[in-house]
């Protein structure tokens, strides 16, 4: 098969091969040059023609298929599946604005989604993308765990389980709470782990962390109404907020997380046990100050426990429900970063009164307990420990991981970013400590070195701060150590000294 793709020029543009192939193919494909229906060459036929590995080619395959521009099938080939529209084509197109697009009656509701959480949008903690590096790409920015010691054998005896389990029919009769027995080991592991009280009825099992939040959102925040938000925070939050049709309160945080205030909401978003993205651990003050603010005010508070598992050093600390927040506090937890990626599984632990009214919310969405086959798997793997012996695998290997990348940053980095301290969680977070034109320029150079990372910007005491944040969990340590090598060199080419 052959057929030219402007790859080599695009060399010039991009500075890796894989964003050079991406680009290559993409602009082919909107421009119609690559027609809908074109079978692609094979992932061995394109690394051959461009010297490149079949690994990169596959990579950009998988990218393309994930935005929609290739429809990639099994024992057949990859097909371009983009229609290029006529009505754009030609000398305007270049030229066309959304805004010209036909207008659609859709509902205020609509109209504040914002981007798609998916899309890599920089700057107010904003979620990073989740398009992976190639091979021969050093990604900080990119998420996932380590998978190489997931106990796969186990986990897939539980969904088999499931399927031969009990008849559909009677699978139908579950209550969108989630399944019962999930809930009871969820609330025996809370109680142990984290040593928190909650019955099974106050558990309710939703689609990840997530969707919890844009629920718990939709049922608390009117329009116009206010809420408050960590500044920077975790990007979702403020989704979520705006969705709802609400308004956000931008909240300080410091070294110890959120800065309490006497504010005029009645919802708050806060990561105490580790702040996202700072990693910052909110103090025992700051933590009994915000209750007596939500008591006060008879407000809620959202607790996310983002990434509370993975705990370096020492013991976890207490979330604000054990603290005497049951009545006012929403615990918020996540299985994404420690179950295979696909099993998208959160949870949230509600005060009676709220109990209600989120179940109805989630029958109105789906009247059936979300990914219930996962759901039957998890609450068996639980109950038979493999959970929490996964756990402590992952623990023993992102503790490595952890403490080679601090030792790393610190010493190589720490003249050009002030790392915070932090002893959990899956990333390290650091304050750049210089202007914004020094820090694009230390960037552009990384990306040029074959390095990038997650970025997040904050107006702090009246200035305009960039952080950087390093997720490692899917690397090795070899990758690690070439990883921050790489950030190094940027720093010298861009005429930054580490």
């Given at each position: ?142 998420f996932a765990p380590d ?181 006012r506090v929403v615990y ?131 200035q305009r701060r960039f ?32």
């Amino acid at each position: 098969m052959h057929f030219h793709i402007p790859y080599h020029s695009n060399l010039e543009r991009y500075p890796t091969k894989l964003l050079a192939l991406y680009h290559a193919l993409r602009d082919s494909i909107v421009e119609g040059v690559l027609e809908r229906g074109t079978r692609l060459p094979s992932t061995r036929e394109l690394a051959s023609a461009y010297g490149l590995s079949r690994g990169t080619v596959n990579q950009v395959y998988e990218m393309l298929a994930a935005e929609g521009y290739v429809d990639c099938r099994t024992g057949s080939g990859t097909y371009v599946a983009f229609r290029r529209s006529t009505r754009t084509s030609g000398a305007g197109a270049a030229a066309a604005r959304p805004e010209e697009a036909p207008a659609y009656p859709l509902s205020p509701w609509s109209r504040r989604l914002g981007p798609p959480p998916g899309e890599p949008v920089h700057g107010g903690g904003e979620a990073p993308s989740s398009r992976p590096g190639s091979g021969a790409f050093i990604d900080f920015h990119y998420f996932a765990p380590d998978l190489s010691g997931f106990p796969r054998e186990e986990w897939n005896r539980c969904l088999h389980a499931a399927v031969r389990g009990e008849p559909a029919a009677r699978l139908m009769d579950e209550p969108a709470q989630g399944w019962e027995p999930l809930r009871e080991a969820i609330a025996q592991y809370l109680r142990r782990a984290r040593g928190l009280a909650a019955e099974p009825g106050q558990i309710a099992i939703t689609g990840g962390s997530v969707q919890a939040i844009a629920l718990l959102a939709q049922l608390l925040i009117g329009p116009g109404e206010a809420a408050v938000v960590e500044t920077p925070s975790y990007g979702g939050f403020r989704r979520a907020v705006r969705a709802a049709g609400g308004r956000c309160i931008d909240a300080p945080i410091d070294g110890e997380g959120i800065i309490p205030a006497a504010w005029d909401a009645r919802v708050l978003f806060v990561t105490p046990t580790r702040q996202f993205p700072t990693g910052a651990v909110l103090s025992l003050e700051r933590r009994q100050r915000l209750l007596e603010w939500a008591d006060a005010k008879g407000a809620v508070i959202i607790e996310d426990d983002y990434d509370s598992e993975f705990r370096h050093r020492g013991k976890s600390l207490e979330p604000l429900r054990v603290l005497g927040g049951e009545e006012r506090v929403v615990y918020v937890g996540s299985f994404t970063k420690s179950l295979l990626p696909p099993t998208r599984l959160g949870y949230a632990v509600l005060p009676p009164p709220l109990v209600e009214p989120f179940t109805r919310a989630q029958a109105l969405f789906e009247p059936f307990p979300v990914n219930l086959l996962e759901q039957k798997a998890l609450a068996a793997f639980m109950a038979g420990g493999a959970y929490e012996r996964h756990l402590r695998r992952m623990k023993r290997s992102y503790g490595r991981k952890f403490h080679l990348l601090s030792e790393l940053v610190k010493r190589e980095l720490g003249s050009l970013v002030d790392w915070t301290e932090s002893d959990a969680g899956l990333h390290l977070f650091g304050w750049w400590r210089g202007g914004e034109a020094e820090y694009r320029a230390f960037r552009s150079a990384g990306e040029a070195e074959g390095v990038r990372w997650s970025e997040t910007e904050a107006e702090l005491g009246g200035q305009r701060r960039f952080g950087l944040y390093l997720n490692f969990p899917h690397l090795t340590e070899e990758q690690i150590r070439e990883g921050v090598r790489r950030m190094v060199r940027g720093g010298e080419r861009s005429g930054q000294r580490s």
